[in-house]
């Protein structure tokens, strides 16, 4: 039991960072090369469409 915690927890730990650079790698040189004014709107893009979803009973919208 203990052992398969321990290789679940690595390979989640691998998938994460697998993830994060992922990003790193493709999302921010393009937003590196756009100006301030295309990550502005891209970024309140994602927070609208993330308030406007219907939220599940367990986790309130913050407003």
Same mark, same amino acid.
Not at 15 to 35: D, H
């Given at each position: 039991m203990r052992s398969t915690t321990l290789i679940l927890a690595a390979v989640t730990a691998g998938l994460t960072a697998g993830l994060f650079a992922g990003f790193a790698y493709a999302v921010m040189p +393009?937003? %590196? @090369? #756009? +100006?301030? =004014?295309? &990550?502005?709107? /891209? =970024?309140? =893009? &994602?927070? @609208? /469409?993330?308030? #406007? /979803? %219907? !939220? /599940? !009973? =367990? @986790? !309130?919208? &913050? @407003?």
């Amino acid at each position: 039991m203990r052992s398969t915690t321990l290789i679940l927890a690595a390979v989640t730990a691998g998938l994460t960072a697998g993830l994060f650079a992922g990003f790193a790698y493709a999302v921010m040189p +393009g937003l %590196k @090369r #756009s +100006g301030d =004014a295309a &990550l502005t709107c /891209s =970024a309140l =893009a &994602l927070l @609208r /469409s993330g308030r #406007s /979803s %219907k !939220p /599940s !009973p =367990a @986790r !309130p919208i &913050l @407003r």
